[in-house]
C-alpha cells in the first residue's frame, strides 16, 4: 500500500507559477513511477507528466510540455510538479498517483496507475 498526499495548490494569475508536491509514504516509494494527472470539472482525467522510478526518464502531455517540470526525491519520498506560465485552461484538481512499472507509466491510462492521492485543486485567473 503506498499513500499518497498533495499539496501546494491555489490561485494564481495567468502566466504565473506555482510548485504542487507529492508525499508518499507506505511501501518502498523508489519502486514506482509516478505520474500526475488533473481533473478539470466536467472533464476527464487528463494525464500530465510521469516520472520513472529513478527519475532520469520524464515524459509529458503535449499540453504541458516547455511549461511543466516533474522531479522527485527518493530521499524525502515526495513527487513535484513545477507549473510555469500557467494558462486559465491548466484550471483543474491535480492528483498524483503511482504505478508499478514505467511502462505502465507511459500509457497515460488512469488504471494503469495502482495509486492515488486526494488531489488539490489549482485556480488559473486570465
Known amino acids: 500500500q503506498v499513500q499518497l498526499v498533495e499539496s501546494g495548490g491555489g490561485l494564481v494569475q495567468a502566466g504565473g507559477s506555482l510548485r504542487l508536491s507529492c508525499a508518499a509514504s507506505?511501501?518502498?516509494?523508489?519502486?514506482?513511477?509516478m505520474g500526475w494527472f488533473r481533473q478539470a470539472p466536467g472533464k476527464e482525467h487528463e494525464f500530465v507528466a510521469a516520472?520513472?522510478?529513478?527519475?532520469?526518464?520524464?515524459y509529458y502531455a503535449d499540453s504541458v510540455k516547455g511549461r511543466f517540470t516533474i522531479s522527485r526525491d527518493n530521499a524525502k519520498i515526495t513527487v513535484y510538479l513545477q507549473m510555469n506560465s500557467l494558462k486559465a485552461e491548466d484550471t483543474a484538481v491535480y492528483y498524483c498517483?503511482?504505478?508499478?512499472?514505467?511502462?505502465?507509466?507511459?500509457?497515460?491510462?488512469?488504471?494503469?496507475?495502482?495509486?492515488w492521492g486526494q488531489g488539490t485543486q489549482v485556480t488559473v485567473s486570465s
Open positions: 507506505g511501501r518502498t516509494f523508489s519502486n514506482y513511477a
Open positions: 516520472i520513472s522510478w529513478s527519475g532520469l526518464n520524464t
Open positions: 498517483a503511482a504505478a508499478s512499472s514505467w511502462r505502465k507509466a507511459l500509457t497515460e491510462n488512469t488504471y494503469d496507475y495502482d495509486y
